[in-house]
């Protein structure tokens, strides 16, 4: 069995191809099959003359989403993605499906999550979520190649990470209450000091009741940590993070990217580095310049980020941020304590803040005065003190948010695109 990725290198040659039908068009005499099998989509063609009688009938009455094995020889085709077509010499049916809700005429948004089960099969939530998978296996590969550890941390947590406004409760049998995580970072922190690089990959989640493009209640996190890393090299490690994973993008998944209509000169900046760094304050007056006013202090929201972004090609850094404006953990500038050691990396074109990062508290007095400041539970943070009790080192790390990194990526227009079933709060289901 030949799959569809690879048939370009069987030009010339009879293959067997395990697949589906995605649509079917004939005249009298010929029938063209659109198929796909899981690896990519391309054109068949049966002539009438050709095949038996009864082939060619079958072929021409096929329903959306049979699933077929054919036979048939590759031929090639300049105006196919893949460069290739197949010529159909026989076909044999797994199973011949009736009325397939998603037919090839406009469907709106929501009916398509309510099929999400049924819509992955389709070219653009196909191609986003092949990219997803080259964007996850290139933080792998980019952390590993760089003596990372990989450091699994729990989902169940006893005390907030960020702010305590977003969190969901769990209930632990009427006798206690537990979070369910929102980062990782505090065990994180754990980790760098055990083995000096870690990172963490997976789930988190956010009680945002925000129904902006950028939101989900649960989305999958990237959280390095490493010892002895300043704030400098901290950007840096983002920058040539993620300079990275967009050029492996667009060296990999070209196929993909096509199917998506995604206009390169998009990403192309993005994938040389060299992403400029802004100050907050610097990030205010220019903010300001296009009516869009802030007091000091004030976080941004999506129209500032937008603004920002739209002057770059490529990502940007906005660093020193108030002290008051940002979580309890970040280190201050020894010579201006209101502001601290740390950046959030604004995408281009609207998708706003991709990673969020910094150097955290090393000083155990300081750190036992922010979580007091913050009104945190002192008895759940006290493992964490430890960290600073035993050998404290200055030390930083990152979040990066995937959902918002491939948007960005492949020009979705919502995060809920690019992850298979996303979770909101206008849905649950499937
Ligand atoms: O900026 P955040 O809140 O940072 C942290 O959680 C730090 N503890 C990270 C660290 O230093 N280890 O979140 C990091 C990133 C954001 O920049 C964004 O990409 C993503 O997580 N994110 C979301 N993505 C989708 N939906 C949401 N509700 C998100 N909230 C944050
Ligand atoms: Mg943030």
């Not at 986003?128 to 941390?153: A, K, P, Q």
């Not at 505090?186 to 083995?195: C, S, V």
């Not at 870690?198 to 990237?222: C, D, N, Q």
């Not at 074109?349 to 150097?359: A, F, K, N, T, V």
Request: glycine share 8%.
């Amino acid at each position: 069995m030949i799959s569809i990725e690879t048939l370009k290198a069987h030009l010339g040659k009879t293959v067997d191809l395990n697949a589906w039908v995605t649509r079917v068009r004939s005249s009298g005499k010929i029938a063209f099959l659109q198929l796909r099998d899981g690896t990519g989509f391309i054109q068949s063609v049966i002539v009438k003359n050709e095949v038996p009688e009864d082939v060619f009938a079958l072929a021409k009455g096929l329903n959306q989403e049979t699933s077929l094995k054919v036979r048939g020889e590759v031929r090639q085709d300049d105006r196919s993605p893949l460069g290739v077509e197949l010529g159909i010499i026989s076909l044999e049916l797994y199973q011949s499906p009736q009325d397939y809700p998603i037919t090839p005429k406009e469907h709106g948004v929501e009916f398509l999550f309510d099929h999400r089960h049924l819509h992955l099969r389709h070219r653009k939530p196909w191609a986003t979520l092949r990219i997803r998978d080259e964007l996850e296996r290139g933080m792998h590969d980019f952390f590993s190649d760089r003596g990372f550890i990989r450091f699994d941390v729990p989902l169940f947590m006893s005390t907030a990470a960020e702010d305590t406004t977003n969190l969901f409760e769990i209930d632990l049998f009427g006798e206690d209450k537990a979070y369910l995580s929102q980062s990782g970072q505090l065990y994180a922190e754990a980790g760098a000091m055990a083995f000096g690089k870690v990172y963490t990959f997976g789930p988190t989640f956010r009680a945002e009741k925000s129904k902006t493009r950028k939101h989900l209640l649960e989305f999958w996190m990237i959280e390095p940590e490493v010892a002895f890393l300043d704030h400098q090299g901290n950007m840096q490690l983002q920058e040539d993070m993620l300079s990275y994973l967009v050029k492996r993008i667009l060296d990999k998944k070209a196929y993909e990217l096509e199917l998506l209509e995604r206009d390169l000169t998009k990403l192309e900046p993005a994938s040389q580095g060299k992403f400029p760094r802004i100050t907050y304050d610097h990030a205010l007056e220019v903010l300001a310049k296009k009516g869009l006013g802030l007091e000091w202090g004030e976080d941004f929201g999506a129209p500032h980020e937008t603004a920002l972004g739209e002057d770059y090609d490529r990502p940007i850094f906005i660093e020193a941020w108030p002290t008051k404006a940002k979580a309890f953990y970040m280190q201050p500038f020894e010579n201006d304590p209101d502001r601290v050691k740390c950046a959030d990396l604004i995408a281009p074109d609207g998708y706003g803040e991709l990673i969020g990062g910094s150097e955290r508290i090393h000083d155990l007095a300081l750190l036992e005065q922010r979580i007091k400041e913050h009104k945190l539970p002192e008895a759940a943070l006290k493992w964490y003190l430890d960290l600073r009790r035993f050998g404290s080192v200055p030390h930083s790390g990152f979040g990066i948010g995937i959902e918002r990194t491939l948007a960005w990526i492949v020009g979705a227009d919502h995060v809920r695109e690019v992850i298979p079933f996303p979770r909101m709060l206008t849905r649950m289901e499937p």
